[in-house]
């Protein structure tokens, strides 16, 4: 059974900063590219950060991915925050498979910025 399990959201001031983990099992980590995606009330859900370090350009220079494969965890270093940024965060892993792609989804964490 695969699970990717997120944590470290909470609320935040705005220009403080947050890293938010999130942890794989059942799958070959190692294997799949990780993402982190976002959830904003009303919006739709836009990826935030991959691993292949690729951003959205809201979060240039603000926000940083990495992984640990030895610990098969993804975590999202977030700095210098906005209340823009304050959404629903969503871990995805993802791989090309024949026909199509290999998508697993974490539950989310919620992350509030706000004064």
Do not use: H
């Amino acid at each position: 059974q695969v699970q990717l399990v997120e944590s470290g959201g909470g609320l935040v001031q705005p220009g403080g900063s947050l890293r938010l983990s999130c942890a794989a099992s059942g799958i070959i980590f190692r294997l799949y590219l990780m993402n982190w995606y976002r959830q904003a009330p009303g919006k739709q859900r836009e990826l935030v950060a991959s691993i292949s370090t690729n951003y959205v350009d809201s979060v240039k220079g603000r926000f940083t991915i990495s992984r640990d494969n030895a610990k098969n965890t993804v975590y999202l270093q977030m700095n210098s925050l906005k209340p823009e940024d304050t959404a629903v965060y969503y871990c995805n892993a993802s791989r090309p498979i024949i026909g199509g792609t290999e998508n697993y989804w974490g539950q989310g964490t919620q992350v509030t910025v706000s004064s």
